[in-house]
Nanobody
Framework: QVQLVESGGGLVQAGGSLRLSCAASGRTFSSYNMGWFRQAPGKEREFVAAISWSGGNTHYSDSAKGRFTISRDNAKNTVYLHMNSLKPEDTAVYFC????????????????WGQGTQVTVSS
């Protein structure tokens, strides 16, 4: 089991940047693939980015490519989502998720979740 706690959300103007963090408990963080998802009001939760346990492989949604960067520090049990050139349509609750054996674009396949952090981008 792993417990996840997100932080770093907030209010930012369009074009600005934010860095989200997801701190994980437990000594086996380095064995988990990690993902970021988001859910806007009235919409389903959607995949944003994911990173393999080693950090060697990353995946992004089309909307995140070129603007967001996922990274991890296994020594700190933390995964990050660096978000640049933010747009009002990026407004959502952002969640991190963990899985041991795969990376999936389907949120239903991720067994461990944090509570989420709100990101609001004003125009």
């Amino acid at each position: 089991q792993v417990q996840l706690v997100e932080s770093g959300g907030g209010l930012v103007q369009a074009g600005g940047s934010l860095r989200l963090s997801c701190a994980a408990s437990g000594r086996t963080f380095s064995s988990y693939n990690m993902g970021w998802f988001r859910q806007a009001p009235g919409k389903e939760r959607e995949f944003v980015a994911a990173i393999s346990w080693s950090g060697g492989n990353t995946h992004y949604s089309d909307s995140a490519k070129g603007r967001f960067t996922i990274s991890r520090d296994n020594a700190k049990n933390t995964v990050y989502l660096h978000m640049n050139s933010l747009k009002p349509e990026d407004t959502a609750v952002y969640f991190c998720a963990a899985a041991t054996n795969y990376i999936a674009f389907n949120d239903l396949l991720w067994p461990f979740w944090g509570q989420g952090t709100q990101v609001t981008v004003s125009s």
